[in-house]
């Protein structure tokens, strides 16, 4: 069998077996990731298996970059690729990515073993750079003159409409004014 008749075969495979599963989703014909843990889990994760043109005589891309998996360290990504990757050798020239994801199902505890969730408000205020005093009070300044006094809501409501939208035309130049000053050029 060709390649394609063998990911044809397991793409009929896959849906059939995955099908109502909502862990399961196609991201294309050839592309597929699956949540390994329910929702909510803290040890719960996320595979993307994509085939190559010529899987699975040759291995597929299996990735872990989505942003579910945000909060899985860079190395227990690292370790479970890698368990991944030696359960594709021995499954080569086989179709494989049911296999692949049901090992992961098997082995979540263990994959997961020395995972500790990263707290992503701490990763965050990490990259975030620290104010100076100045800037500061700066912004305070600012803040204070962004807001309006009775008298410009006033104004600002009476252009509106009752959306707090302006009315069809309020930008448009007036037509009229332009023909006559554009009328000496005509005489």
Known sequence: MSANE?????????????????????????SFQYRIGENGDPKAFLIEISWTETYPQTPPIISMNAFFNNTISSAVKQSILAKLQE???????TAMTYTLFEYAKDNKEQFMENHHPINSATSMSNMISVETPNTASSSKKKDKKEQLSKAQKRKLA??????????????????????????????
């Not at 990911?7 to 495979?13: D, I, K, S, V, Y």
């Open 6 to 30: 063998d990911q044809e075969m397991e793409l009929e495979a896959l849906r059939s077996i995955y099908e109502g599963d909502e862990s399961f989703r196609e991201l294309s014909p050839v």
């Open 87 to 93: 359960a594709v050798e021995v499954n080569l020239g």
């Open 158 to 187: 009476d252009k509106t409409d009752h959306k707090g939208e302006l009315p069809r035309g309020w930008n448009w130049v007036d037509v009229v004014k332009l023909s006559k000053t554009g009328s000496k050029d005509d005489e």
